[in-house]
Structure formats: C-alpha cells, structure tokens
C-alpha cells in the first residue's frame, strides 16, 4: 500500500465488520448548551479492547501471509495497541510478544498479558523503544506491526470516522486525539473525503505538543518524552508516514492541560454516564475548554479509549 486514500478505509471497514464493534455515537444536550454546537461523540471505549487500537491492529494482522502468521508478530505500546496487538493475534491464530514501558498502567499490562501475549518491558525515558522493538522482531523472526507509522494500522483507525460520518452526516469539524497521529492520519483521510470542507483537528497534551511544534515548523519535531497523566499520548516525536498526511489534512494542533483533561474525564462520567481514560477524554478537554475558535454547527468528536483503572481513575478524579 502506497501512501492512504478513502479506499483503503473501506476495505478495512469490510476486514473488521464482524469482528470489530461499531461503536455508539453519543449525544449531550448539555454539551451541547454548553459550547453552542451539536456534538456528536465517537465513543471508542467501546470498542474491543476498550479502545480504538484494536481496529488498526486487527486490520494490519488480517493481511498478513500464512507464513508470517506462523512466524507471530512483535510490537510496541504504552498499553492500548499492546492490547489490540494480543487480541488480534489471538483471533487471527498466531501469537505475539510486546515491548511495554515498565511503568505502564497495571491495567493495560495485566490485560496484554491476558490476551495471550508475551510481555517484554523497557524504560520509556532512557531506551529507545523503536530501536528496541525493531531489535526483538528481528532476533525472533516476527512481523512488527507498529502502533501507528503503518498504512494498514491508519487505515483501520481511519474506520472511527467513517462509521461516525455515517450515522451522524456531515460533519463542519472533526476532534481527534493524537499520539502518534495514526488515528488522525485515517480518520483525516476519510473524513476529508466524505465530509468536504470538514476541519480536522489534534489534541494533545500541552506537555506533549510534538505534533504542534512540527505543524508550526513544516517538519518532524522531537520533544524529550512528556510526563503527562495521558499516557497513550507521552509520544516525543510524530510517525514519519503520519505526519506527512496530517500535515496536509490538519487544520491545528491544540493543546489541553492534565487538569482540563481531568475535568472532561469528569464530565464525561457525571453527564454521559461513561468513563474515559485520560488519553480517551482530550478531545472532549479541547472542547470544553473552548480550544477550537469558530466553532461549527455540526461537530465529532472521539472518545478514543477507557482503560484506567479504578484505583487510578479515583485517584485522578479525587485531586481535580
């Protein structure tokens, strides 16, 4: 697959029917009062593995050869593609070994290795996790599919917003999480296809704003790897195949604090009656906080995960 296009996310679309959940589209009347727009949210906590993740995962893994689902496949995650990685191979027969940060979320471990996996941990800000993760596939003969910088993972994270379009029509803007930007780049590139003239827009943490400092200087900027309480956004650089779509597709990049993601985690569990892990909840922070100027009528947002755990979502909640 040479670069992405709209195509390519139907085709995802059709590998995953049956094996992924189609997400519900949520709606708040109070949200909506609040920021004078129509919300619409994609809520992929939802999904199978609780997260977006396992759509890219499941759609990489889908199309590999006998040869190398007899071989297994490798990858590397703060948690969310861990899983997504673990479950995919599982369904798909083959097995896999993922690189982990040792200070993972117990959660998202425990479940990478109750999906089947085997867990292999690293220090996330004194080793080169890519480096790493490369070393390990090539040492054991496995196919590495990559938490994002892979046509095939975009292309199934593209499927968030073809199904959100679909049931909620047009669309005048379009919020998105971004870490590596692989839900951005799919998602972008289906949207801006079905939704012409549609704004997309990243968020990512403020102590985390790779992707902001690269828009604003036209290429890959590298950031010492964020302290943020969103670990599945503690990215310090953009993916190389990312960036050079969402460069082109994105309108910005904005920026929410841990406090203001906390308090749309808080949001989201008093008035939708859900809950968010803190990487899932700031594209609603974004929102909330009044980050997008010009807000259209008509506007998506994602909810790209829930995996926090209890102790750790009442330990967030109990010092907002």
Not at 36 to 62: D, H, M, P, T
């Amino acid at each position: 697959m040479a670069g992405l296009s709209l195509t390519d996310v139907q085709s995802a679309a059709e590998r995953l029917a049956g094996v992924a959940r189609r997400t519900p589209v949520l709606t708040s009347r109070t949200l909506d009062e609040r920021v004078g727009a129509q919300v619409f949210l994609k809520a992929e906590n939802f999904q199978r593995v609780g997260a977006f993740k396992f759509r890219g995962a499941y759609n990489a893994i889908s199309r590999l050869s006998a040869e190398q689902l007899r071989a297994g496949v490798a990858a590397y995650s703060s948690g969310n593609h861990a899983q997504a990685v673990a479950l995919a191979a599982r369904i798909a027969g083959t097995s896999a070994v993922i690189l982990m940060p040792a200070d993972a979320p117990p959660t998202k471990l425990a479940a990478t290795r109750g999906y089947g996996a085997e867990v292999v941990t690293y220090d996330r800000y004194t080793q080169d996790r890519t480096a790493l993760a490369h070393e390990l596939a090539t040492e054991r003969g496995r196919t590495l599919i990559p938490p994002y910088d892979h046509y095939d993972v975009m292309a199934g994270q593209g499927t968030v917003a073809l199904e959100l379009i679909e049931e909620a029509g047009h669309l005048g803007a379009l919020l998105v999480p971004v870490g590596g930007g692989g839900l951005m780049a799919g998602c972008a590139t289906a949207a801006s296809m079905l939704s012409p003239g549609i704004r997309m827009i990243g968020v990512e943490p403020a102590a985390g704003d790779d992707h902001a400092r690269s828009l604003a200087a036209g290429e890959r900027v590298e950031i010492d790897v964020p302290r943020t309480i969103a670990d599945g956004q503690a990215i310090s650089t953009p993916g190389e195949l990312t960036f050079a779509l969402n460069r082109r597709l994105v309108e910005s990049f904005e920026l929410v604090s841990d406090a203001e993601i906390v308090a749309a985690m808080a949001f989201a569990f008093e008035r939708l009656k859900i809950v968010l892990e803190p990487s899932g909840a700031s594209a609603l922070a974004a929102l909330l906080a009044g980050r997008v100027h010009g807000l259209p009528e008509r506007v998506g947002v994602v909810l790209s995960g829930g995996n926090v755990g209890l102790e750790r979502f009442r330990e967030l909640l109990g010092n907002s």
